[in-house]
């Protein structure tokens, strides 16, 4: 039975009573503006655009930052991006808490997200530096991060209706393509204006900057009648606080690099280049390998030793002699070695006619001409007459060699960074072994830095599996040195492990490969070469041997589509 008003009895005709309006929730509100609603329709699109380009640039400088400090990129960017995911729901559940005042709520939002986004870098940095460590800081930045990331769109929504109320589907469409475009900005900028022009940290400050002034902007100002006079003081004097926190970062950021440096390098950092490849640093005084005195000269490239003035003859000597005293070696290819260090060995070699170098970043070759030090390590090789030096990517380089008419090489060294560095795979793939097998001549050798044999075997065997599947015959051999995974592995060097800035106490080795077409090539030093100073015969006999010891059979070739050196970084 439908029960009728007892104001209108059943059967009677007339009008119905009028409905009666519910009061609107003060979030349902029109807002009180200083400008039209078109403008200020406009103005929170706009603020939508900036914010979504700002937390892009902390999402991508928490990826950068975390893969530059502790080396293994896809771990850091999955990390980075799964926890930042899940936080953005985590927030945009949290906001709904905000709705009812969200003018104030998007203004603490902003200026906490200003703060904790535009401060990571430094703050990640300085953990890294002075702790030691990484990824604790790493997921904590991006947990927190994204929670404010995602609670932005939810309050956004809610001020955006207020100044013209619409259809929920038309709203979104307008917020999500300001917020796209805004992230393709974000996105493009970081790679190319902020780290060319600022560097990570102060890149990251100004952004946060930004950040903090767009969100006050829209709240003081364009949403002030939404506020208080008391919630107007307190999120002034919070936004103030924060772009004097982060502008006092930008001033005091020099300062602070070279005390991290300093701490992190365990000597006196000599020189820093940062190009548009990687950070160069060149030190003095900083114990390296496993011996109480100073090696002296230090070369970091992203943090990770790559040549230590103690013992790079040793490493040098092993990696390009035996290549060079097993066949005929008139045209010879250096791949990486813009130091000019392996190429110094090479030229010891009276024969070589031609030798090219395929240097990655021509500012660590700019280094190895300019620096007195560097140069006098390397003998001013790199000028020698006979040297062509190219600028590119090695791989690139290999793929294109037919095309440049060169007659094939009777050596190839490949000095470049070990499998364990990021993006180092690809520069172990059979892919690209079998690019340089194409290019060497029937009696031609190949010599390979395939990363630490005794540390990460599994690493090792798998590039000297990878080089056998592209028809090369191998002779491997490990020479002790200096701790591998220091050299130029993952790992950063750090002065709070017990073992000093280098690992001191603790030896390593240096795991190399030669290869060759049909026979595998003879391990030698050659009666007629240079005479040894650093690595002589008795040391190739004990080099092959230890090799051979720790043997690892039935490992799988590394391909582009399927890098195995991280699963075998063990």
Same mark, same amino acid.
């Given at each position: 039975?439908?029960?009728?008003?007892?104001?209108?009895?059943?059967?009677?005709?007339?009008?119905?009573?009028?409905?009666?309006?519910?009061?609107?929730?003060?979030?349902?509100?029109?807002?009180?503006?200083?400008?039209?609603?078109?403008?200020?329709?406009?103005?929170?699109?706009?603020?939508?655009?900036?914010?979504?380009?700002?937390?892009?640039?902390?999402?991508?400088?928490?990826?950068?930052?975390?893969?530059?400090?502790?080396?293994?990129?896809?771990?850091?960017?999955?990390?980075?991006?799964?926890?930042?995911?899940?936080?953005?729901?985590?927030?945009?559940?949290?906001?709904?808490?905000?709705?009812?005042?969200?003018?104030?709520?998007?203004?603490?939002?902003?200026?906490?997200?200003?703060?904790?986004?535009?401060?990571?870098?430094?703050?990640?940095?300085?953990?890294?530096?002075?702790?030691?460590?990484?990824?604790?800081?790493?997921?904590?930045?991006?947990?927190?991060?994204?929670?404010?990331?995602?609670?932005?769109?939810?309050?956004?929504?809610?001020?955006?209706?207020?100044?013209?109320?619409?259809?929920?589907?038309?709203?979104?469409?307008?917020?999500?393509?300001?917020?796209?475009?805004?992230?393709?900005?974000?996105?493009?900028?970081?790679?190319?204006?902020?780290?060319?022009?600022?560097?990570?940290?102060?890149?990251?400050?100004?952004?946060?900057?930004?950040?903090?002034?767009?969100?006050?902007?829209?709240?003081?100002?364009?949403?002030?009648?939404?506020?208080?006079?008391?919630?107007?003081?307190?999120?002034?004097?919070?936004?103030?606080?924060?772009?004097?926190?982060?502008?006092?970062?930008?001033?005091?950021?020099?300062?602070?690099?070279?005390?991290?440096?300093?701490?992190?390098?365990?000597?006196?950092?000599?020189?820093?280049?940062?190009?548009?490849?990687?950070?160069?640093?060149?030190?003095?005084?900083?114990?390296?390998?496993?011996?109480?005195?100073?090696?002296?000269?230090?070369?970091?490239?992203?943090?990770?030793?790559?040549?230590?003035?103690?013992?790079?003859?040793?490493?040098?000597?092993?990696?390009?002699?035996?290549?060079?005293?097993?066949?005929?070696?008139?045209?010879?290819?250096?791949?990486?070695?813009?130091?000019?260090?392996?190429?110094?060995?090479?030229?010891?070699?009276?024969?070589?006619?031609?030798?090219?170098?395929?240097?990655?970043?021509?500012?660590?070759?700019?280094?190895?001409?300019?620096?007195?030090?560097?140069?006098?390590?390397?003998?001013?090789?790199?000028?020698?007459?006979?040297?062509?030096?190219?600028?590119?990517?090695?791989?690139?380089?290999?793929?294109?060699?037919?095309?440049?008419?060169?007659?094939?090489?009777?050596?190839?060294?490949?000095?470049?960074?070990?499998?364990?560095?990021?993006?180092?795979?690809?520069?172990?793939?059979?892919?690209?072994?079998?690019?340089? =097998?194409? $290019?060497?001549? %029937? &009696? @031609? !050798?190949? /010599?390979?830095?395939?990363?630490?044999?005794?540390?990460? *075997? #599994?690493?090792?065997?798998?590039?000297?599996?990878?080089?056998?599947?592209?028809?090369?015959?191998?002779?491997?051999?490990?020479?002790?040195?200096?701790?591998?995974?220091?050299?130029?592995?993952?790992?950063?060097?750090?002065?709070?492990?017990?073992?000093?800035?280098?690992?001191?106490?603790?030896?390593?080795?240096?795991?190399?490969?030669?290869?060759?077409?049909?026979?595998?090539?003879?391990?030698?030093?050659?009666?007629?070469?240079?005479?040894?100073?650093?690595?002589?015969?008795?040391?190739?006999?004990? =080099?092959? $041997?230890?090799? %051979? &010891? @720790? !043997?690892? /059979?039935?490992?799988?070739?590394?391909?582009?589509?399927? *890098? #195995?050196?991280?699963?075998?970084?063990?």
């Amino acid at each position: 039975m439908i029960e009728t008003p007892a104001s209108v009895p059943a059967g009677a005709s007339g009008p119905a009573p009028p409905r009666k309006e519910l009061p609107r929730a003060p979030s349902q509100e029109p807002a009180r503006l200083p400008v039209p609603a078109g403008v200020g329709r406009f103005l929170v699109l706009a603020a939508v655009f900036v914010c979504a380009a700002c937390g892009l640039v902390y999402e991508l400088e928490l990826v950068a930052l975390g893969s530059h400090l502790a080396g293994d990129s896809v771990t850091h960017t999955s990390v980075v991006l799964s926890v930042m995911v899940f936080a953005m729901g985590l927030g945009s559940l949290l906001a709904k808490r905000l709705r009812a005042r969200a003018a104030a709520g998007f203004g603490i939002v902003e200026a906490l997200l200003a703060l904790a986004g535009g401060g990571s870098a430094m703050a990640l940095y300085a953990y890294f530096a002075w702790v030691g460590g990484s990824v604790a800081v790493l997921i904590g930045f991006s947990l927190v991060i994204g929670v404010l990331i995602g609670a932005e769109m939810p309050l956004l929504m809610t001020l955006i209706q207020r100044i013209r109320e619409q259809d929920a589907g038309g709203a979104v469409a307008d917020l999500f393509a300001a917020d796209y475009v805004g992230a393709l900005v974000g996105g493009l900028a970081f790679p190319f204006l902020l780290l060319p022009l600022m560097g990570q940290l102060p890149g990251a400050l100004a952004v946060g900057t930004v950040n903090a002034v767009a969100g006050g902007v829209l709240v003081l100002w364009l949403f002030r009648g939404d506020l208080s006079t008391r919630s107007r003081r307190a999120l002034l004097l919070v936004n103030a606080l924060v772009v004097a926190l982060l502008i006092t970062g930008v001033a005091v950021v020099d300062s602070f690099e070279e005390a991290a440096r300093r701490e992190v390098y365990g000597g006196e950092v000599r020189t820093v280049r940062n190009t548009a490849v990687q950070e160069i640093v060149l030190t003095e005084g900083v114990r390296h390998s496993g011996g109480s005195e100073p090696a002296g000269f230090g070369m970091f490239l992203d943090g990770r030793l790559r040549v230590c003035g103690g013992d790079e003859r040793r490493y040098h000597e092993a990696l390009v002699g035996p290549a060079m005293a097993a066949g005929p070696h008139g045209r010879v290819l250096v791949l990486g070695g813009g130091d000019g260090l392996a190429l110094r060995e090479v030229l010891r070699h009276p024969e070589v006619e031609s030798a090219t170098v395929v240097e990655l970043d021509p500012g660590v070759v700019e280094l190895a001409r300019a620096d007195p030090v560097l140069g006098r390590l390397n003998h001013r090789s790199l000028d020698d007459p006979r040297v062509r030096v190219e600028a590119g990517d090695a791989f690139d380089w290999l793929r294109s060699w037919p095309d440049s008419g060169r007659p094939p090489y009777d050596v190839i060294v490949s000095d470049l960074p070990d499998p364990g560095v990021p993006d180092g795979s690809r520069l172990y793939s059979q892919e690209f072994f079998g690019l340089a =097998a194409r $290019a060497l001549s %029937e &009696r @031609g !050798r190949l /010599a390979v830095h395939a990363g630490p044999a005794g540390e990460r *075997p #599994r690493a090792y065997w798998t590039a000297e599996t990878t080089l056998r599947t592209v028809g090369l015959r191998t002779a491997p051999y490990a020479v002790d040195g200096r701790l591998s995974g220091f050299t130029a592995g993952p790992e950063r060097p750090r002065r709070h492990d017990g073992a000093g800035a280098g690992g001191r106490g603790r030896t390593g080795d240096w795991g190399f490969v030669l290869a060759a077409h049909g026979a595998p090539p003879a391990l030698t030093l050659g009666p007629d070469g240079p005479a040894p100073r650093a690595f002589g015969p008795a040391d190739l006999r004990r =080099a092959a $041997a230890r090799a %051979e &010891r @720790g !043997r690892i /059979a039935g490992l799988r070739p590394s391909t582009l589509t399927h *890098p #195995r050196y991280r699963d075998s970084a063990r």
